[in-house]
């Protein structure tokens, strides 16, 4: 993996904006109207993004950046709207910069007749961290993981001449968004380089969590427990991104115990949708290894958070609410109580 951070900070000073989970064969219909770019070895590279406020512009009054990651329509723009009421509704704007990140496939950059300078990923794998790819007629000498992607955003907000009020970072994520941030979230470098920032990750809704070790949840007479399954039939039941074994580079660069302690350690909140119960959706991972984790989101949720209390010494792991009468909706997710609590404390 070519990671973004040996000349992350350097880049800080330089204002140069301008299956049934593989991508959807249509391209998105709106693409994000910004262009976040950097240069590696000679060359342009960039993705797509939408923000309330300049992310270039020095901005005394921002205290909170917050990261909303999209799903597998890859839609970054309704995201970010979304995202933007919640703000709005909290009285936050002035003092929050929103961001919603846009991951494309070659066929949105094709359809939308992006530049050259786009970065792309195939089958969705941005929401894993996997490193972008490249094409005979977009060819790309080097390729970057979508976290290192997020790394680079953190770190440019992270510039006390841009935003020297600036405290809080907060990575909220839903569905293959979700998936996104309950990865990044123990992998991530940006809390321990950016220490002085408070950073807080918020999960909504994932089709699939990533497991610490190889047990799963089974339901029994006497209630749930954890087990190592029988994986006949499914022997990739534990590899990444559903368990720990055959790592991205990415988090091959982090190391399996190096994930576990930050993830039990950082600041983690879940929220999942009460209905969120459709066992037939399409964009619900029905692979073995998915169903081994649950039936369906909200059942995948609650056995994960009961799961991790697992590594627990007493004290709760985490905190875990469910918004009522709310399926599998991006918006009504990040506009619920709950995600305005976890995000603004209100």
Known sequence: MKSLLPWLFISLFIPMFGNAQDEKPQAIERACPS???????????????????????????????????????RN??????????????ANKNDETLFISPQFN??????????????LFWVKNNWRIGDESVSSEKRKMPEVFSSFSLVDSLIARACNKKLFPSLKKITII??????????????????????????????????????YLDDRRPVKTETGLTFIKPDSTGCPS?????????????YALKVGVETIKQQFLNRDIRFILGEKDVNMNDSSLDKSCEGNMQGRFRLE????????????????KIHQIEVVPDVAHDGDKMVNSKAARKFLFGN
């Open 35 to 73: 262009i976040f770019s950097f240069n590696k070895n000679n060359k342009t590279y960039s993705f797509r993004y939408a923000s309330n406020h300049p992310i270039a512009l020095q901005n005394d009054k921002i205290k909170q950046m917050v990261i909303y990651i999209h799903g597998a329509r």
């Open 105 to 118: 496939s070659e066929k949105d950059l094709e359809d939308h007749k992006h530049d050259l300078t786009h």
């Open 173 to 210: 994520g839903h569905s293959a968004g979700g998936q996104f941030v309950s990865r990044y979230v123990s992998m991530t470098p940006m809390p321990k380089i950016s220490s002085t920032y408070k950073f807080n990750f918020i999960i909504m809704n994932p089709s699939t969590y990533m």
């Open 237 to 249: 039941f534990n590899d990444y991104p559903r368990g720990m074994e055959k790592l991205n580079p």
């Open 300 to 315: 995948r949720g609650q056995f994960y958070y009961a799961y991790i209390q697992l590594y627990s010494n007493k004290k």
């Open 76 to 89: 970054g723009l309704d995201y970010y709207e979304w995202g933007e009421k919640a703000v709005i509704a």
